[in-house]
């Protein structure tokens, strides 16, 4: 089950301007920009404009054209990393999900280890 969608958390303030971000790449339906507190050399978040809380319900509920351009704008800042990258998104309390707005994390920049603590 979906939760609600709290129009209130930290990237829906950024998406209506409310609080600044370092953007790297804008569409119509999604915005990328640096995660203010990086993991990585690299570290950009990349959200869709749309109210969707985590990717179940981005993938559920947003559009086809949203899906379409949210995958485009992260794989081609993805395309600069000729070493690799890793995308990873969180999820409620197990996946560790501080902001409930649907994003991914794009890491890059070094090599980044295992993929998970066992
Ligand atoms: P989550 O744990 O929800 O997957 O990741 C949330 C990410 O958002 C964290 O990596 C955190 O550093 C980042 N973050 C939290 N608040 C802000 C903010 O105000 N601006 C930016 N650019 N990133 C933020």
Redo the contacts with the bound molecule.
């Keep these: 089950m979906t939760k609600a969608y709290d129009d209130q958390n930290?990237?829906a303030r950024?998406l209506r301007g409310e609080?600044p971000?370092?953007t790297v790449a804008e569409t119509e339906h999604t915005l990328a920009?640096?995660?203010?507190?990086?993991?990585t050399p690299n570290?950009i978040?990349v959200i869709p404009k749309g109210a969707y809380v985590d990717f179940a319900d981005f993938a559920a509920h947003a559009t086809a054209e949203e899906i379409t351009d949210f995958h485009r704008v992260a794989a081609k800042l993805c395309a600069d990393w000729a070493d690799g990258y890793r995308v990873?998104?969180?999820s409620g309390t197990h996946?560790?999900?501080?902001?409930?707005h649907y994003?991914l994390?794009l890491l890059a920049g070094r090599p980044l280890g295992p993929m998970i603590q066992r």
């Design positions: 930290i990237f950024i609080i971000n370092k920009f640096h995660d203010i507190a990086p993991h570290h978040l990873i998104s969180n996946g560790g999900q501080e902001v409930p994003h994390h």
